[in-house]
């Protein structure tokens, strides 16, 4: 028996991507088309919305491990709203701020994907490396931030380089925690885990091995001792279990083992990581 061919219910041409929302059985999907062919963005199951499908988006909640109370959140890169979705209804009381670049983007997640946006959860079209400097400017502080944009193959490049993740820092304190999504596979993983180690020191590097995806885990102050991951994680077990969170498995997959060649140089807005692709 042949899998199910998946229906498209909905195309359109944005000013950033071509956008398509495909549907097999109750497994709805967002799909941008990027140079190697379309990619899944985000798949919501029609008739359990709360469980999570892909393993990245369920290790961006790993960050709970080193802040388990965060009360004002910044997701940059909406998809289909799945993460600012269980954010929200993880802590009803936390203030959530989404930026997607792509006004289509976010009329897609609204119509087909149940997103929506309330008092507590606001969106804003915007590009996240401006929203994110002028929230330093302003001295605007987020306890939890989760970096999901992408463009393309990969991430945008502005928000790849050093000076970026600086603004970033402008904007955490002692108790933040960044979560970035990136890939473990890039032809830049060695000069973007050099970037992060020069930007944050010494941080956790999430992988499993069904997917290509990584979670560069990061903050301020020094990294927690294991045991409190684990005791964090056991906090977590009952109230994650329903969005499909493996919570009790990550405190052994976070990993400080550097695995990258150090003496790659950093990314830098003058050391684009375009060029350096274009290099090889």
């Not at 929203?131 to 989760?146: E, H, M, P, S, T």
């Amino acid at each position: 028996m042949g899998s199910a061919q998946a229906e498209t219910i909905h195309e359109e041409r944005s000013k950033y991507r071509d956008i398509t929302v495909t549907q097999v059985g109750d497994r709805r999907c967002l799909l941008f088309n990027v140079h190697r062919g379309d990619r899944n963005q985000t798949c919501v199951l029609v008739n359990d919305k709360q469980r999570l499908v892909f393993d990245y988006t369920r290790m961006s909640f790993s960050g709970l491990l080193l802040n388990d109370q965060p009360e004002r959140i910044l997701v940059i890169g909406l998809g289909g709203g799945s993460i600012p979705l269980t954010f929200a209804d993880l802590f009803p009381s936390a203030q959530i701020d989404v930026v997607e670049i792509d006004e289509a983007v976010v009329s897609v997640a609204e119509e087909f994907f149940f997103f929506e946006a309330t008092d507590d959860m606001r969106v804003y079209v915007d590009d996240g490396r401006p929203f994110i400097k002028r929230a330093g400017i302003r001295d605007q502080i987020y306890d939890y931030i989760v970096l999901d944009a992408f463009s393309g193959d990969y991430i945008p490049e502005h928000m790849l380089t050093r000076e970026f993740l600086d603004e970033v820092r402008a904007i955490m304190n002692e108790d933040s925690v960044l979560v970035a999504n990136t890939f473990s596979t890039s032809r830049l993983y060695d000069h973007e885990s050099v970037t992060y180690q020069r930007a944050f020191g010494e941080f956790f590097n999430f992988k499993l091995p069904s997917t290509g995806n990584r979670i560069i885990v990061a903050q301020l102050e020094p990294l927690p001792p294991r045991i409190e991951l684990v005791n964090r994680a056991r906090q977590f077990s009952d109230s994650l279990s329903k969005y499909g969170i493996p919570i009790l498995e990550y405190p052994s997959r976070l990993s400080t083992r550097v695995d990258w060649d150090m003496g790659r140089r950093q990314l830098t807005d003058q050391y684009s990581p375009g060029n350096l692709l274009r290099e090889n």
